[in-house]
């Protein structure tokens, strides 16, 4: 069966890191371009980061440009989330999400065909 679960989550220190994980099952995640979103209480869901199934290039919002890092690990059938210089606006549950078609530019949310349940990161002093 088809699913994603992310891992890593916690409370963490401003300045300090945490590394999501993304695992797939029911499916190959090298064929599929992975997105990773955030959602605080009381907002929307935005988008954080992507990876594609192409040639494994990578987008970022530019509110975590230069502190989050994305990266798959095809042998494991994971994704990962880098964060580091966390933010208390970081905080919010993230979800990976996955969409089966070929790159042709950062995909939409819609556009996302599998979803995980989130896990949570808490950035406090």
């Known amino acids: 069966q088809v699913q994603l679960v992310e891992s890593g989550g916690g409370l963490v220190q401003p300045g300090g890191s945490l590394r999501l994980s993304c695992a797939a099952s029911?499916?190959?995640?090298?064929?599929?371009?992975i997105g990773w979103f955030r959602q605080a209480p009381g907002k929307e869901r935005e988008g954080v980061s992507c990876i594609s199934n192409s040639d494994s290039s990578t987008a970022y919002a530019d509110s975590v440009k230069g502190r989050f890092t994305i990266s798959r690990d095809n042998a494991k059938n994971t994704v990962y989330l880098q964060m580091n210089n966390l933010k208390p606006d970081d905080t919010a549950v993230y979800y990976c999400?996955?969409?089966?078609?070929?790159?042709?530019?950062?995909?939409?949310?819609?556009?996302?065909?599998?979803w995980g349940q989130g896990t949570q990161v808490t950035v406090s002093s």
């Open positions: 999400a996955a969409d089966p078609r070929l790159w042709d530019g950062v995909p939409e949310e819609n556009e996302y065909a599998f």
């Open positions: 029911g499916f190959t995640l090298a064929d599929f371009t």
